[in-house]
C-alpha cells in the first residue's frame, strides 16, 4: 500500500473556443499539468473517475472515492480542513464556531446567517437534523450511518424503538444545533467534516424513497450543483450562484462547468484522453511508462494506496483471531515486487507498513509480513493445518470488472499456489462487480473507518486524479 501514483491532465488554452485540447505534448498548450494561477472560467471534462454509473452520488449514501469527489462538490458540511505546509487543520466551514463542554459529550455548533441551498431555501440548523436522521435511519442503510454511532439515541434509532436522532436538537431561532453523545468524543468536530453529515433541504422530505433523491438534480449547498439528473454516460455540474465560499477565502467555483465522462473501462477511458474527448485520464496498467512518456509533463504524482482488505463484509471468509495463520501465510506469500515489475512497470512503490509515507504518523518498516517469503509462508500454512485450521473453499478476491484489476489477478495467484504447494489450497479468485470494495482504475480497496477490518494484503499504489474546485 504506497504512493507515488500517476494521473494525466490536459487543459485547453486561455485563449481558444473552449473545446477540449488533444492529449497530446506537442506545441507545449494542449497538455499542461494545470492552468496559469488565477485562471477562470472553461469547462473541465474529467475521464479519470468513473468506471460504470457510480452506485451513489447522494451525499448521504456514497462510500466511493471516485463519486465523492462529486458529492462533495454538490455539498458542504459544518466543519473542513484546511491543507496547510504542517499539516491538515480543522476549520470552521457552515459553522461559525462550537462549544463543548468539559467531557466532550455535548457539542453546541454556531451555524452562519443567511446560508442558501442552490434552489434558494435557506440552510439551517434544521436542515443539519434533516440530513443527519436521513442519514442515520435504518431505512435507507447508509453505509457510512455508523458514524453516527456515538450520538446520543443512534441504537435506539436503529432497533425501531426511536424515530429520530434524539441527540441532535436544531433551534433555527438561535441558529444553533446541539448534538449530545452516548460517550466522550473530542474528535466529533472532524467527524462531521465527512459528506454524510451533509445538510438537506426540505425539498427531500417529499420524497416516499428517500434512495430517489440523486436519481432527479440534487438540491445542494456545496461550490457547484447539478444542470440536469445523471445519466449513464456523464455528470455535469455548473456553480451554484448561493454557495458561501469555503476555508480558503473562495467564494465561487473557478471553472464553468465541470462534465465527468462515465467508461466502461479503463483503456476505454485512456482512449478518449489520446483523442482529445477528455482532459484527465487514469493510466491503464501496463502502459505507466508510455503514458508518462508521451504525457510527462502533465503526469502528476498523488498520494494513494492500494491494497486488499479480508473481511469487509460478515459473510466473507478469514476473519477473526482463528485465521491470523492463514492471513499471514497469504500476505507472505505474495511477490508484490513481481507484481509491480509486471503489471504496472515498477511505477508502485512498496509498502512497509499499514500506513504509507506522507501520512500523519507514519513509521518506516512496521510491517513484518509486507514483504515475500515464501518459505515462512509455507510454515505458517502448516501451522494453520497442524492446529486444526481449515483453507476455506470460497475465499474471492473482489474487484471492479473492467476497472484494470484483473490485470494482477494471474500473476497473484501463482505466488499463492506456489506457497500451497497444491492448487487445492490456493486461494480461488472470482471476479465481482463490486464499486464499494475496489475503486475504478485500479484505486484504493479500503474498509470502512472504525470497522474493525485490518488491511493485510498491500501490493503498489494506484492511478488515480482528484480534479479541484
Known amino acids: 500500500m504506497v504512493a507515488g501514483v500517476f494521473a494525466l491532465g490536459a487543459c485547453s488554452s486561455d485563449d481558444d473556443d473552449g473545446s477540449v485540447g488533444a492529449g497530446t505534448t506537442e ?3 494542449d ?26 452520488i447522494d451525499p448521504l449514501l456514497t462510500s466511493e472515492l471516485d463519486s465523492a469527489q462529486i458529492s462533495q462538490s454538490l455539498y458542504d458540511g459544518l466543519t473542513e480542513f484546511e491543507s496547510t505546509p504542517d499539516g491538515p487543520v480543522l476549520k470552521p466551514l457552515l459553522a461559525e464556531d462550537w462549544d463543548v463542554n468539559d467531557d466532550a459529550t455535548e457539542y453546541v455548533f454556531h451555524i452562519k446567517p443567511d446560508l442558501k441551498f442552490s434552489d434558494g431555501t435557506p440552510v439551517l440548523p434544521s436542515s443539519f437534523k434533516r440530513g443527519w436522521d436521513m442519514a442515520a435511519n435504518p431505512e435507507l442503510a447508509a453505509d457510512y450511518s455508523y458514524l453516527y454511532g456515538p450520538v446520543e439515541g443512534f441504537s435506539e434509532y436503529q432497533d425501531g424503538t426511536a424515530d429520530e436522532l434524539t441527540g441532535v436538537v436544531a433551534d433555527d431561532d438561535a441558529m444553533t ?46 461550490p457547484f450543483m447539478q444542470d440536469k439528473p445523471q445519466s449513464d454516460q456523464a455528470i455535469t455540474m455548473v456553480p451554484n450562484p448561493e ?50 512518456g508521451e504525457y510527462g509533463n502533465t503526469a502528476v504524482p498523488q498520494l494513494a494506496s492500494y491494497h486488499w482488505v479480508f473481511g469487509m463484509r460478515p459473510e466473507d471468509p478469514l476473519g477473526g483471531d482463528e485465521y491470523v495463520k492463514l492471513r499471514e501465510a497469504i500476505s507472505l506469500a505474495l511477490d508484490r515486487e513481481s ?33 515475500s517469503n515464501m518459505d515462512k509462508a509455507k510454515e505458517l500454512l502448516d501451522e494453520f493445518e497442524s492446529d486444526g485450521g481449515t483453507i476455506p473453499t470460497n475465499i474471492k478476491l473482489t474487484f471492479n470488472a473492467g476497472a484494470g484489476h484483473e490485470t494482477w489477478r494471474p500473476s ?58
Open 243 to 292: 454557495w458561501a465560499g469555503d476555508v480558503y477565502g473562495n467564494t465561487a467555483p473557478k471553472l464553468d462547468k465541470v462534465t465527468f465522462r462515465i467508461f466502461s473501462d479503463v483503456d476505454s477511458m485512456y482512449a478518449a484522453f489520446q483523442a482529445g474527448d477528455t482532459m484527465s485520464s487514469t493510466i491503464p496498467p501496463g502502459r505507466f511508462n508510455e503514458a508518462t
Open 31 to 56: 497538455a499542461t499539468s494545470a492552468p496559469s494561477e488565477g485562471a477562470q472560467g472553461g469547462e473541465f471534462i474529467d475521464g479519470a473517475q468513473l468506471v460504470a454509473v457510480p452506485a451513489h
Open 339 to 371: 507484481v509491480n515489475d509486471a503489471v504496472y512497470d515498477g511505477s508502485r512503490a512498496l509498502p512497509t507498513g499499514i500506513t504509507m509515507p506522507g501520512i500523519p504518523g507514519y513509521t518506516k518498516d512496521l510491517c513484518e509480513y509486507c514483504v
Open 177 to 222: 444545533l446541539t448534538v449530545t453523545l452516548s460517550r466522550s468524543y473530542a474528535d466529533f468536530p472532524s467527524v462531521v467534516s465527512h459528506i454524510v453529515f451533509s445538510p438537506m433541504p426540505e425539498a427531500r422530505e417529499s420524497l416516499s424513497d428517500q434512495s430517489q433523491w440523486e436519481r432527479g438534480i440534487m438540491i445542494g449547498n456545496g
Open 27 to 29: 506545441g507545449g498548450s
Open 412 to 469: 497473484s495467484s501463482r505466488t499463492w499456489r506456489s506457497s500451497a504447494s497444491r492448487r487445492s489450497r490456493s486461494p480461488a479468485t472470482a471476479p465481482r462487480t463490486s464499486r464499494a470494495c475496489a475503486r475504478a482504475g485500479a484505486r484504493a480497496c479500503a474498509a470502512p473507518a472504525g470497522s474493525g477490518t485490518t488491511p493485510s494484503m498491500t501490493t503498489g499504489c494506484t492511478t488515480c486524479s482528484t480534479p479541484t474546485r
